[in-house]
């Protein structure tokens, strides 16, 4: 009498299931290593381990694929970080040049800014004492 067939893993398809992956408990004989022309020997087994030798995709085996994937997206990172310092020191340098053309220091322009303050009030003051002498001086003269 042949058991039902049971996976070898399972996972949880509803989550990220690479993170859910899990090994089923099976003992040695319920694992299917035999070919189906020989019961009792390793034909199966023989030819899952020959898989990690032989190109299956493309011209690279499994561990070559990841690997040169790990790779890619390893220099595709370094190089990302490369761009976006160069981006930052562009920034930095065309900031730089725009202080050095419009020539403004904010701190200057305050200092100016209080300059005018106190001139605008020095120049109120000066008109009110204008306008109390001349008050002042057109009461002196007699009404004829």
Do not use: C, H
């Not at 009498?1 to 090994?23: C, G, H, K, R």
């Not at 040695?28 to 032989?54: C, E, F, H, K, W």
């Not at 790990?70 to 976006?84: I, K, P």
């Not at 100016?112 to 109120?124: E, I, K, P, T, W």
């Amino acid at each position: 009498m042949t058991e039902p067939a049971q996976a070898l893993f399972s996972y949880d398809s509803a989550t990220n299931a690479a993170s859910t992956i899990t090994v089923n408990s099976l003992t040695p004989d319920q694992i299917a290593a035999a070919s189906a022309g020989s019961p009792g020997g390793n034909g199966n087994a023989v030819a899952l381990t020959q898989m990690a030798n032989t190109p299956q995709i493309g011209e690279f085996t499994f561990t070559q694929f990841y690997g040169n994937l790990g790779s890619q997206v390893g220099n595709d990172v370094a190089a990302a970080q490369q761009d976006q310092t160069q981006a930052q020191s562009q920034l930095t340098q065309a900031q730089a040049e725009r202080s050095q053309v419009s020539g403004v220091s904010l701190n200057e322009e305050a200092i100016r800014l209080l300059q005018f303050q106190q001139a605008y009030d020095a120049v109120g003051k000066l008109v009110g004492v204008l306008n109390s002498l001349t008050t002042t001086l057109l009461n002196m003269v007699p009404v004829a």
